[in-house]
């Protein structure tokens, strides 16, 4: 595992990072002294017992969450040290978030899902249109595209939600637990994706998981334990 | 391919629970039904015709006690009077006893000056009052009502005027018809005083006020002041108001209106905005998980914030936009029948734009803390939310 904290474009380096949670009257330490480094382009498999932080790692590299101590780097954003508004603006550039339960918005189509980012975005109608249009069949859901979330399988929202963390084309996937509200052949198609946006788009992901064959995906298999990754290469 | 804006996540996140909206949409619509018809009402019921100028002078102790006719030329030599008359109010019938018209015994030359800026008399009409003693001009709206005719000969039962034989039947013969300006009443008879008076038994050569018109570039309240001084400490004291003034207080004899409206529609406004509020912040629980994945796929807080509160400012004009179709068709309606009661029952721009204030600052009341509540909820709580 790289623990320096040398920062490559668009790579994420995390250092000496400390989160706690306050549970009733008790504090509770998830990270004391996190430090490590996700280079850009890499498909990390971030994989540990439950209640070991592996969402909340995500949350912070996300900025959806804050460090209690230390800092999160995004290439040379710093953004630890953001405020709200722009962290809200730097995650929509740059990070798509895929959920385990899709997080579709229900009233909106699926199509209309995956052109919501996009309203964050100077693009143009057409030019969300064409956006749209391409991320549907990228995903394999063009014939879906009018569909209502509750009108579409679990593999396929999962797909929507994909196509939507991509609609902004970020640099940065962050998915958490992916795979795991799908069935087997789902989530082998939902994982396939992943790889080819790793590995042809250049996507940075990392994932969240439970699941040894979701952790297999990646290049690499981050173990969190008690608040420190002990580092395994994928299989 | 269609495509969306920020219009289409309001729209369709209204249209996601239709029952719910339609019943907030008609709630807010009932109540701002309400508040458009009494508000008309309570307008119309003051007349919108009223004049500051115009000084009304009555018995001090009460409105309807008598004056001595005799005061009329002790007001005339007043120096800043322009024009001064009397007038001998009373409630009358026609025909059936609840078919109620106003009736007015004035001496005609005097009396049309004084109200010559509100209403259109013939020329003609007003000569042959002048000779016909038992002469009426009658307003256009009771004339039409009734089918009243130039020459014909109506008899009305009064309340006030009673005859030497204890009869409170009076006949009077139509010689004009007036026009009311503009939304002036014109549901009363004109009637010449000399002949009630003659042909009464009680109260004779009092009247129940006089009109005065100031003369030009004279304050009101010296006038006001001078009459009452002038009858102070007198066995009938007087009382001089504005028109304006006088009608309210004329109208408050019988109910205060404006306070009935401002009751009913308080309560119709606190229930809605309850009910709203209440069903808004529920609304907004919900689907706190979705405001969570807005914040997480970049939107502001300002969008989150302003989004509810597009929501609830698009139910409100939903509702308002409801009950003014809903009003604008009901009052015609209710217009003719209530024209005795309520001369100008009309839905005016004013009371339209006093009610587009309103439904914004209901709309900011009810949404301001569901939004504040949606705005500040963090993106990692909202998601953890079932």
Same mark, same amino acid.
């Given at each position: 595992m790289d623990n320096s904290t040398s920062a490559p474009d668009d790579g994420i380096v995390i250092d000496n990072v400390r989160k706690n949670y306050r549970i009733g009257k008790n504090a509770v330490t998830i990270f004391s002294d996190l430090t490590m480094t996700i280079d850009a382009g890499d498909f990390v498999a971030i994989v540990g017992?439950?209640?070991?932080g592996k969402s909340t790692l995500l949350n912070l590299i996300g900025g959806i969450d804050r460090p209690d101590g230390g800092d999160i780097n995004f290439g040379h954003a710093r953004i630890s040290r953001m405020s709200e508004s722009a962290l809200t603006k730097w995650r929509g550039t740059n990070v798509g978030f895929v959920f385990q339960f899709y997080?579709?918005?229900?009233?909106?189509t699926a199509e209309q899902n995956i052109e919501l980012p996009l309203l964050?975005?100077?693009?143009?109608a057409r030019q969300r249109r064409e956006r749209v249009e391409t991320i549907l069949s990228l995903v394999g859901l063009a014939d879906r595209r009018k569909h209502l979330p509750s009108e579409l399988s679990g593999g396929q929202q999962q797909r929507v939600g994909i196509a939507r963390a991509l609609a902004s084309d970020p640099k940065l996937l962050l998915c958490d637990e992916?795979?795991?509200?799908?069935d087997r052949s789902s989530a082998e198609e939902v994982l396939a994706m992943l790889r080819i946006l790793n590995a042809e788009l250049g996507k940075t992901i990392i994932m969240v998981t439970h699941d040894d064959m979701a952790a297999r995906s990646a290049k690499r298999v981050l173990r969190l334990n008690k608040g420190q990754f002990v580092e395994r290469e994928a299989a | 391919m269609s495509t969306m804006n920020r219009f289409t996540l309001l729209r369709r996140t209204m249209a996601r629970k239709p029952t719910r909206s339609v019943l907030l949409i008609t709630s807010i619509a009932i109540a701002f039904f309400i508040y458009l018809v009494l508000t008309s009402f309570e307008h119309g019921f003051l007349g919108?015709?009223? +004049? !500051?100028?115009r000084l009304i002078v009555t018995n001090k102790v009460g409105d309807a006690l008598p004056l001595p006719i005799s005061y009329y030329d002790k007001i005339l030599a007043?120096?800043?009077?322009?024009v001064a008359t009397y007038m001998a109010r009373s409630r009358a019938t026609y025909r #059936?006893? #609840?078919n109620f018209l106003g009736l007015t015994a004035v001496e005609p030359l005097s009396f049309a000056t004084f109200i010559g800026d509100q209403y259109d008399i013939p020329t003609d009409a007003l000569a042959r009052f002048g000779e016909v003693r038992n002469g009426a001009i009658v307003g256009r709206s009771i004339a039409s009502q009734e089918g009243w005719a130039l020459g014909q000969t109506i008899t009305l039962n009064t309340s006030n005027f009673v005859k030497?034989?204890? !009869?409170s039947d009076f006949e009077f013969t139509i010689v004009g018809i007036l026009d009311g300006r503009q !939304?002036? @009443?014109?549901?009363f008879v004109m009637a010449r005083y000399d002949y009630i008076n003659t042909e009464r038994?009680? +109260?004779? @050569? #009092?009247? #129940?006020g006089f009109g005065i018109l100031p003369k030009r570039n004279v304050r009101t309240d010296d006038v006001i002041d001078s009459v009452d001084t002038l009858f102070a400490n007198s066995a009938y004291e007087t009382r001089t108001r504005t028109e304006a003034e006088f009608m309210k207080a004329f109208i408050a004899q019988f109910a205060d209106i404006a306070t009935i409206v401002r009751l009913v529609v308080g309560v119709a406004f606190i229930t809605i905005l309850m009910i709203v509020a209440n069903t808004m912040f529920f609304a907004i629980r919900e689907r706190t998980k979705e405001i969570g994945v807005l914040k997480v796929l970049g939107f502001s807080r300002l969008f989150v914030l302003g989004n509810v509160l597009a929501e609830t400012f698009a139910l409100f004009a939903a509702g308002l936009g409801l009950a003014l179709g809903l009003a604008l068709a009901a009052i015609p309606f209710l217009r003719e029948p209530l024209r005795t009661v309520v001369p100008d029952l009309t839905l005016t721009p004013a009371i339209i734009v006093e009610a587009t204030a309103l439904a914004a600052l209901l709309a900011l009341v009810t949404g301001v803390a569901p939004a504040f509540n949606a705005m500040r909820v963090p993106p990692n709580a909202a998601l953890r939310e079932r």
């Open positions: 017992p439950s209640g070991s997080n579709l918005m229900p009233m909106l964050l975005t100077s693009l143009t992916p795979t795991g509200d799908l | 919108g015709q009223v +004049d !500051s100028e007043l120096p800043d009077i322009a #059936t006893p #609840t030497t034989d204890g !009869s !939304s002036a @009443d014109t549901h038994g009680t +109260d004779r @050569d #009092t009247v #129940t």
